[in-house]
């Protein structure tokens, strides 16, 4: 039995070729479509984020500290929610490049093999 067989049988398919990992088109463009919501999921929170950065006068005492709190946390400063979320953001855009550009090499690759197939006869 081949490695790609046994793959299959495992329900593995794909991880075949020393140990590089690939997919179909069909799953790579479903999984860029569902990077693109999470995308704009995440882009919802930065601004409800930043929101909580405002200075809010909620008044003294314990409203005042829940005021003082969410400023602190919502603004963009180092390891506050916008600057966590904005980074997870820019990471969400990296993997939508990478497999955007898998795509359109794949889609080019399949371009090239049809031109070079000839199908005469019956």
């Known amino acids: 039995m081949s490695e790609a067989e046994a ?10 070729g020393g140990g590089r990992f690939a ?11 569902k990077l693109g919501e999470l995308q704009d999921v995440v882009g919802e ?3 409800e984020a930043a929101v909580l950065g405002r ?3 909620l008044g003294g ?7 003082a709190f969410m400023a602190k ?12 979320l904005t980074a ?4 969400i855009a990296g993997l939508k490049n990478r497999i955007g550009g898998a795509l359109e090499k794949y889609r080019d690759q399949d ?7 000839d199908c005469t006869g019956g």
Do not use: H, I, N, W
């Not at 005492?61 to 005021?67: D, F, H, I, P, R």
């Open 111 to 117: 371009s090239e093999a049809a031109e070079g197939v």
């Open 55 to 57: 200075s809010v006068p």
């Open 23 to 33: 997919v179909t088109p069909e799953l790579a463009s479903a999984t860029y479509a």
């Open 7 to 16: 793959e299959r049988k495992a329900g593995l398919p794909g991880l075949s």
């Open 45 to 47: 929170m930065v601004r």
């Open 73 to 84: 946390y919502g603004l963009g400063r180092d390891g506050s929610a916008v600057d966590q």
């Open 88 to 91: 997870f953001g820019k990471e």
């Open 61 to 67: 005492g314990y409203a005042g500290e829940v005021g």
